[in-house]
């Protein structure tokens, strides 16, 4: 299971292992010091004594497998005695650095994994469980975690900037990804939150970075954001794969607490300001079709001689074209229409003003399914 920080796996995990009917054992690999395979080793064997003991399945939790030097390797080899040896010993692993729990997948364990993306909260699970409105959820996003510090925003920024941003950057790419440049980073971080929901050029984004280098080094950090749950750059929709990867991209903050956290507005200015709010209502909706989306389903973006439409949804030979209307004036939907003209066969899809509520779209685990 992988996923951003503090959405909730570890929680999760530990509720599970306390309903179902099998011995388990939790343990944790976020230390200050990066654990060895020997650590691993030690866990596994608890692990092995219990099933062992119970004469059938057991489970065994490790957390922040990331920080296990070596782990992947270290997984394959202990997996396989295990199979060899008819033991039923259930394994989840738990990391938050998605890009390097995926890579340790791929490399050393394929076809021995399922892999469950943990993403950030929706509206109808902070309502839900928090309470949030629909506006609250808009400006404060996803974090359950954070959700209790709402009433006091200050302390709630320091939260996210401290205990999720901070975190993530310092110890899930910074200590264990190369990162040579680790203020641009930071830096690329703070400006796609600042235009979350824009298309915005390489060559615009490394005039506002000092020592920014090269589009390939801007591309690689977004990467890197984006596998870390904090922020993506979108594809421009395109017939052809590599026009697509060459594209301008339109940069997404992955949780819209993120945009509020570092634009030092509070929630009643950010509410007053319509063009700001109907920028964190797209961030909400495209960060929403991107934690949703099947793993067959690219989530990009059209803009062609002016002409804009803010999500293509494409899935095999299906497009959607979608449309997001929140508070900001617009005439029409000339976007869809150009669109339309260029790729006809796309199905049309307005959430907000008059089409699907926004509530009901961002509430929804599948907002695709049915429409």
């Known amino acids: 299971m992988s996923g951003p920080r ?9 509720q599970v292992l306390a309903e179902i009917d099998a011995p388990s054992h939790y343990a944790s690999a976020d230390d200050p010091t990066l654990r060895d395979t020997a650590w691993l080793e030690a866990q596994w064997e608890h692990g092995r004594q219990l099933a062992r003991a119970r004469n ?15 782990w992947a390797e270290a997984v394959k080899r202990l997996w396989d005695e295990d199979r060899a040896a008819d033991l039923p010993l259930r394994v989840v692993l738990l990391g938050s650095a998605a890009l390097l729990v995926q890579h340790g997948l791929s490399e050393s364990l394929t076809g021995r994994f399922e892999l469950i993306r943990a993403p950030h909260w929706s509206f109808g699970e902070m309502r839900d469980a928090f309470g949030l409105s629909f506006d609250e959820f808009v400006y404060f996003g996803g974090y359950p975690g954070a959700a209790t510090l709402i009433e006091d925003e200050a302390r709630w920024v320091s939260f996210l900037l401290d205990s999720i941003v901070e975190t993530t950057v310092s110890r899930d790419l910074l ?14 971080f703070r400006l796609v939150c600042d235009y979350s929901g824009q298309i915005v050029s390489y060559q615009k984004l490394t005039g506002q970075l000092q020592d920014a280098g090269n589009t390939t080094t801007l591309a690689h950090y977004l990467d890197l954001l984006g596998a870390a749950g904090l922020a993506v750059g979108i594809e421009k929709y395109s ?14 903050a992955l949780d819209t607490g993120l945009v509020s956290a570092t634009s030092g507005r509070t929630y009643s200015e950010a509410r007053g300001e319509s063009q700001h ?6 961030t909400a909706v495209g960060a929403h079709l991107l934690a949703t989306r099947d793993p067959r389903t690219e989530v990009l973006y059209w803009r062609d001689r002016g002409r804009e439409v803010d999500y293509v949804i494409e899935r095999g030979p299906d497009l959607i074209a979608l449309e997001v209307k929140s508070g900001r004036t617009r005439d029409g939907l ?9 790729h006809g066969r796309a199905r049309k899809l307005l959430v907000g003003g008059d089409g699907t509520p926004l509530e009901a779209f961002l509430a929804d685990s599948e907002p695709l399914s049915q429409r």
Not at 277 to 282: H, N, S, T
Not at 334 to 342: L, S
């Open 56 to 70: 059938g399945a057991a489970i065994l939790a490790i957390d922040e497998i990331q920080k296990v030097t070596g």
């Open 175 to 188: 200590l264990l990804t190369r990162v040579d440049k680790p203020a641009l980073l930071r830096g690329l």
């Open 239 to 252: 017939t052809g794969k590599v026009r697509r990867r060459r594209s301008t991209p339109k940069l997404l």
């Open 334 to 342: 000339p976007g869809m229409a150009a669109f339309d003209a260029a």
């Open 277 to 282: 709010w109907g920028r964190l209502v797209e």
């Open 6 to 14: 503090q959405v909730g796996k570890t929680t999760l995990v530990k």
